[in-house]
């Protein structure tokens, strides 16, 4: 029995510093889920996405969009329980994932945060934040000039 588990028995236990400070296995917390803190859970430990999905209704959304490595396919199946902003700012998207959620993604992010192709930008030119296309995007001459209007390139 380990050090840590023996304060756990005893009861002598700040559970919010433990969820927070200490590296915790994924069994540890299955054992003592009803006591750990579940928002730094979601922020501090690195999760699983089958732990994440049996533990769907303590975990705290936006920490795990935020902080978790996620799947296309884990974001597809909690689509309705991500924090779109976040995923749009933390995860790595592929130009077709942004397509099939680009009424879910916060464009704002998206403008900043992936990287994105010419031929993307232009068929999302009523979308993207032109402002931050112009900082955070590689553009050609030739694109710069077609967009001219979009915004002040000096």
């Known amino acids: 029995m380990s050090e840590l ?3 756990v028995i005893k009861d002598k236990v700040n559970w ?11 069994d540890f ?3 003592f889920q009803d ?6 859970i979601s ?16 975990v705290n959304w936006r920490n795990i969009s935020e902080y ?3 799947s296309k396919d884990f974001i597809r199946e909690f689509k309705d329980k991500v924090g779109w902003e976040w995923i749009s700012r933390r995860q790595k998207l ?14 704002k992010w998206i403008s900043i945060n992936q990287e994105l192709s010419e031929d993307f930008i232009r068929e999302f030119q009523d979308k993207v934040n032109w402002h931050n ?11 710069r000039e077609e967009f001219k209007d979009k915004v002040d390139w000096e």
């Open 5 to 7: 588990q023996s304060m």
């Open 16 to 26: 919010k510093v433990i969820s927070w400070n200490q590296e915790l296995s994924e």
């Open 29 to 31: 917390i299955r054992e």
């Open 35 to 40: 006591k750990v803190n579940w928002e730094c």
């Open 43 to 58: 922020e501090e430990q690195k999760l699983s996405e089958d732990f994440i999905r049996e533990f769907q209704d303590k």
């Open 68 to 70: 978790q490595k996620l």
């Open 94 to 107: 592929s130009e077709y994932f942004i397509r099939e959620f680009q009424d879910q993604v916060d464009w």
């Open 133 to 143: 296309i112009t900082e955070y995007q590689k553009l050609s001459e030739d694109f």
